[in-house]
């Protein structure tokens, strides 16, 4: 599991992924598929941040923050943890919606 999370490929597929599910989520679509696209991109946040754990594990914290991408991505995935702690307690997160545009910067990745 750790070789997967390490691979970059790996990695920009679920980030291509989530962006088209974010992309996706702008329409006004059925309330069951917008809300089964709304877990898929929470599970893809949850992903997120097992790659981070993973990485801070295999690098330690100063060789994880010593890449400008990994500090770029720990910040965004502390900007995603309000929406996902709100997904898993069972709140709408309407209000937190613009915090998917900055998820989008990991595209910059690739």
């Known amino acids: 599991m750790r070789t997967l999370f390490l691979n970059n490929r790996f990695i920009l597929v679920l980030i291509a992924l989530n962006a088209a599910i974010i992309f996706a989520l702008g329409f006004p679509l059925d309330p069951v598929l917008s809300h089964s696209l709304t877990f898929v991109d929470q599970a893809i946040t949850v992903l997120f941040i097992v790659e981070m754990i993973i990485k801070i594990g295999t690098y330690g914290w100063k060789g994880y923050i010593r890449d400008n991408w990994n500090r770029m991505d720990a910040i965004l995935i502390l900007l995603s943890a309000p929406s ?27």
Do not use: A, D, P, Q
Request: glycine fraction near 12%; charge should be positive; hydrophobic fraction near 55%.
């Open 84 to 110: 996902l702690l709100l997904f898993v307690v069972g709140i709408e997160s309407e209000g937190l919606g613009y915090l998917l545009v900055f998820r989008l910067t990991r595209m910059f990745k690739t």
